[in-house]
């Protein structure tokens, strides 16, 4: 499986962005597809989970803010960033998880400034 992250930008702040993840299989079948992300000299944290049958979860920093979301029909899973702030600058990695098997995309870069 191969995940393919795109949408990232430069964005002033308060503004928006959405990042896109397109898996080479099926979304449907994976437990958790997540988003994270990784600032200079700091862990990789994350931002958004879905796991089938257990919700959605959020970071406490970007709850109200941001929006994960999975479309099984085009194998994509998708985060919707509104009201940005300079502390969301960061490369975003997205995630997925089938059984023992856990894959990584390229990350794509966000940055917001004014």
């Known amino acids: 499986v191969q995940l393919q992250a795109s949408g990232g930008g430069s964005v002033q702040p308060g503004g928006s962005l959405t990042l896109s993840c397109a898996a080479s299989g099926r979304t449907s079948t994976f437990s958790t597809m997540a988003w994270y992300r990784e600032t200079p000299g700091n862990d990789r944290d994350l931002v958004a989970i879905i796991s089938r049958g257990r919700g959605i979860k959020y970071d406490d920093s970007v709850k109200g803010r941001f929006t994960i979301s999975i479309d099984d029909a085009k194998n994509t899973l998708y985060l919707q960033m509104n009201n940005l702030k300079p502390e969301d600058t960061a490369v975003y990695y997205c995630?997925?998880?089938?059984?023992?098997?856990?894959?990584w995309g390229k990350g794509t870069l966000v940055t917001v400034s004014s």
């Open positions: 995630n997925a998880v089938d059984g023992p098997y856990d894959y």
